[in-house]
């Protein structure tokens, strides 16, 4: 039996169309009725032996599936995720769940949405003693400013900028689904919830520039995208290579990354508070 997947001259690829898939056949067989699938949008990822698997990427496919009528998941969890979009989100324990007639449907309900989870405790400026000018200098970036702490090893420049997003304000709620529609691309979205914190995303002095912006085979967001409504922290500034801190030129200017390549066409978020640390000369002493 050949699956024809349409649009096909759009590039598809992911374990999403296991279930949709799975479904197709049992309708061409006689399995279950083809009227069942009717009106509804199937996603999710089953093993061999029809048992659900963990899926990323619910959230986005639960707002572009608006307009359908249903939204199938295959776990309680994803349906959560699911339930945050303008749809009706069905969580199916089972493969023949969603297929079952609406009203005798054993096992499938409603999928609810779970409250955001709650921002947890974090690191507070207010349990920094002295530092009295480089505390005023975090408070007024967290306005919106970006910042560049220079000065010697061990003297605290790391930790003032871990306590950078103690003093962001709350997420809005745009901007809370559009940080939670980023981290579930990435499949850093857990148990249903969307997340209320910040994201504090420090990446290591060697990293490349797919990891950085996104890219690679299978785009995924990177650190750039991850830090959406958050900060990027880039610690040993001089140490990053030239190429890696250009590329983020654009970004903050325009907001956005454009990921032109020969498979894909995405556009990334990238809307994040920059803040670098650095000592005042490589031998690590003073100026």
């Not at 079952?100 to 003693?129: F, I, K």
């Not at 702490?149 to 900028?161: F, N, T």
């Not at 797919?210 to 959406?228: C, D, K, N, T, Y």
């Amino acid at each position: 039996m050949i699956a024809r997947l349409v649009p096909a001259d759009l590039p598809k690829d992911g374990a999403p169309f296991d279930l949709p898939i799975a479904l197709a056949l049992m309708a061409a067989i006689g399995a279950v009725p083809q009227d069942a699938l009717e009106d509804g949008t199937a996603f999710g990822e089953q093993t061999l032996d029809g048992a659900p698997a963990a899926t990323a990427v619910v959230l986005p496919a639960a707002m572009a599936a608006q307009g359908a009528s249903l939204c199938f998941n295959r776990r309680a969890a994803f349906g959560a995720e699911a339930a945050w979009a303008d749809c009706r989100a069905l969580a199916a324990p089972g493969l023949i769940a969603p297929v079952n007639p609406l009203p005798q449907r054993p096992g499938l309900g409603r999928a609810a949405a779970r409250p955001p989870d709650s921002a947890p405790a974090g690191l507070d400026t207010a349990n920094v003693h002295g530092q009295e000018i480089a505390k005023r200098a975090v408070e007024i970036a967290a306005g919106g400013q970006y910042l560049l702490l220079v000065g010697q090893p061990c003297s605290g420049k790391s930790m003032l900028a871990s306590r950078v997003p103690s003093l962001l304000p709350p997420l809005a709620p745009d901007k809370l689904l559009e940080l939670s529609m980023v981290m579930s691309v990435a499949g850093l979205l857990e148990r249903g919830p969307l997340t209320r914190t910040q994201p504090f995303r420090a990446p290591h002095h060697s990293v490349i520039m797919a990891a950085l912006v996104g890219g690679g085979l299978r785009a995924r967001p990177g650190e750039a995208s991850l830090a959406h409504h958050g900060v990027l922290f880039l610690e040993e500034r001089p140490e990053f290579a030239p190429p890696a801190l250009d590329v983020l030129r654009q970004p903050l200017e325009t907001g956005q990354i454009i990921m032109a390549r020969a498979n894909d066409h995405i556009t990334d978020l990238v809307r994040f508070l920059l803040v670098a640390a650095m000592n005042p000369c490589r031998c690590g002493g003073g100026l």
